[in-house]
């Protein structure tokens, strides 16, 4: 079992930034080795992918409506991943998941994540 709680979420301006944090912990499962992932939904709109990072950070992936604007990173001395969000839109507005893949994927599907948080809300306004 892994548990992965999201934080960070809030209301902000177009333009502005928010880091979102995933806390990451377990027993049966290696944490130190599980990759994570950041999806987000909208209403009405499928869970996509966002970004995602390898288990030391060497790897990472962005969606293409996010890259150059977000960065990724993990402090495993903390058990936490981030998600930098800079220059939001209000297209970015959408509940937040963060998603662990124990078997190392690295992958972009939701089918390919075991475990996931609840999310936290991000809105953009203009």
């Known amino acids: 079992q892994v548990i992965l709680v999201e934080s960070g979420g809030g209301l902000v301006e177009a333009g502005g930034s928010l880091r979102l944090s995933c806390a990451v912990s377990g027993r049966t499962v290696g944490t130190y080795g599980t990759f994570i992932g950041w999806f987000r939904q909208a209403p009405g709109k499928e869970r996509e992918f966002v970004s995602a990072?390898?288990?030391?950070?060497?790897?990472?992936l962005y969606a293409e409506s996010v890259k150059d604007r977000f960065t990724v990173s993990r402090d495993n001395g903390k058990n936490t991943v981030y998600l930098e969000m800079n220059r939001l839109k209000p297209e970015d507005t959408a509940v937040y998941y963060c998603a662990a893949d124990p078997y190392q994927r690295l992958g972009i599907h939701t089918s390919e994540y075991d475990y996931w948080g609840r999310g936290t809300q991000v809105t953009v306004s203009s």
């Open positions: 990072i390898d288990w030391n950070g060497s790897r990472t």
